[in-house]
């Protein structure tokens, strides 16, 4: 198969090969934590338990309701778009709650940061209901806006109605307005005479919905909002191409979204850490980024599943399964062995008495993963 027949589907081979090419790629990114597709980001925020610094109505909520994390969870962040598989969550510097800094400062001359020495915190991966941007046309065009700026829309809010126990059923239902939802994320396309914008595009964030299984991007979700927004919606504040804050201002823009009707599900992250940061593997598309042996478990999985649907030799696909297997072993094993692996383990009695006078080891990057099983034979 040449790549020309591989770029344009003018093969079997090559129909069969992108059918499944990308899909086996994201599969064994899944098999172990590699470490070339490893990445942390902030998480960004979309709801919390009433009370929280992020969400204080002017009431509690009596009973659970939609617009706050389901229990026993405290916040609720959107699923990164290009996280193939979440692997543990840490805090920040320093917390809103208490204006205390998780990492105190030393007070010896030249000493620096403290660093975090507790266990990785728990999450759960979890689906939520939401409405999402499609489209984006521009209300009031602004002014200081360049190509490429970043421009993060309101602070969505989310009203519901307050319903109560049935010992209380006497009591009036109350309407409750909550701040919460992650605005959807525009992108300057086209500016005019002192930088208004003409045009912008949708940033997609939500997971696997703007690429085809043969790796085309297909559309845009951003944005997840609880109930649609009124048009037309401000700006909440602009980034430059640096990341820096921008200097455009006054724009406002028309928002198309996903369905009018019913919300649809979006993957989430449950915890109960405030400004929560994720570690997790990333999607990689370009081969040059990857593991050796990345490369080597791709190739043959790949090999195992194409002899076997061009030629139906299932001895020939099995031992193809079988190098593989091996080669993730292999590499399991060698991201275990890349980097510090002391294995001091504190015991608790000593621990919860300060006994601890350094970083602890157990947190990372010597963690316990449960990776799951290896590919099965036909």
């Known amino acids: 198969m040449s790549s020309s027949?591989?770029?344009?589907?003018?093969?079997?081979?090559?129909?069969?090969?992108?059918?499944?090419?990308?899909?086996?790629?994201?599969?064994?990114?899944?098999?172990?934590?590699w470490?070339?597709?490893?990445?942390?980001?902030?998480?960004?925020?979309?709801?919390?338990?009433?009370?929280?610094?992020?969400?204080?109505?002017?009431?509690?909520?009596?009973?659970?309701?939609?617009?706050?994390?389901?229990?026993?969870?405290?916040?609720?962040?959107?699923?990164?778009?290009d996280c193939m598989r979440a692997r543990w969550i840490m805090p920040q510097y320093t917390s809103l709650a208490g204006g205390i800094p998780i990492y105190p400062p030393g007070t010896?001359?030249?000493?620096?940061?403290?660093?975090?020495?507790?266990?990785?915190?728990?999450?759960?991966?979890?689906t939520d209901q939401f409405y999402a941007a499609t489209a984006a046309a521009v209300s009031a065009t602004g002014l200081g806006y360049a190509v490429g700026d970043l421009i993060f829309l309101t602070q969505p809010t989310y009203t519901i109605t307050q319903y109560y126990p049935p010992l209380e059923s006497t009591l009036t239902p109350a309407t409750v307005t909550m701040n919460v939802g992650a605005p959807a994320v525009l992108q300057v396309t086209g500016i005019g005479v002192g930088g208004a914008i003409t045009t912008v595009a949708v940033v997609n964030q939500v997971f696997g919905e703007n690429e085809s299984p043969s790796g085309a991007a297909t559309q845009s979700l951003s944005g997840s909002y609880y109930q649609p927004p009124a048009n037309?919606?401000?700006?909440?504040f602009s980034t430059g191409a640096n990341g820096?804050?921008?200097?455009?201002?006054?724009?406002t823009f028309n928002l198309t979204m996903s369905s009018v009707s019913s919300p649809a599900p979006q993957r989430v992250l449950?915890?109960?850490?405030?400004?929560?940061?994720?570690?997790?593997?990333?999607?990689?598309?370009?081969?040059?980024?990857?593991?050796?042996?990345?490369?080597?478990?791709?190739?043959?999985?790949?090999?195992?599943?194409?002899?076997?649907?061009?030629?139906?030799?299932?001895?020939?696909?099995?031992?193809?399964?079988?190098?593989?297997?091996?080669?993730?072993?292999?590499?399991?094993?060698?991201?275990?062995?890349?980097g510090i692996t002391v294995n001091d383990v504190m015991p608790d009695?000593?621990?919860v008495r300060g006994g601890s006078s350094g970083p602890n080891w157990e947190y990372s990057p010597n963690m316990s993963f449960d990776w799951g099983s290896f590919y099965s034979p036909y």
């Open 232 to 236: 037309p919606v401000a700006q909440g």
């Open 270 to 338: 449950l915890c109960n850490q405030e400004n929560a940061i994720l570690c997790y593997n990333c999607s990689v598309t370009d081969p040059n980024v990857m593991d050796a042996l990345f490369q080597d478990a791709w190739v043959h999985i790949l090999a195992a599943r194409l002899s076997f649907q061009l030629n139906g030799d299932k001895a020939l696909a099995n031992s193809l399964i079988g190098l593989t297997n091996e080669m993730v072993g292999q590499a399991r094993k060698a991201d275990g062995n890349e």
């Open 5 to 33: 027949e591989f770029a344009n589907n003018t093969s079997n081979e090559a129909i069969q090969a992108n059918l499944i090419i990308y899909k086996l790629r994201d599969e064994l990114n899944r098999m172990a934590p």
């Open 35 to 81: 470490d070339c597709v490893e990445k942390f980001a902030n998480l960004t925020y979309i709801t919390s338990l009433p009370t929280t610094p992020e969400n204080t109505p002017n009431t509690n909520l009596p009973l659970w309701q939609p617009g706050t994390p389901a229990p026993p969870w405290a916040y609720e962040y959107q699923y990164p778009v």
């Open 244 to 251: 820096q804050v921008g200097n455009g201002t006054g724009a």
């Open 108 to 126: 010896a001359t030249g000493s620096s940061n403290v660093g975090w020495t507790g266990p990785p915190l728990k999450f759960k991966v979890s």
């Open 349 to 351: 009695f000593l621990r």
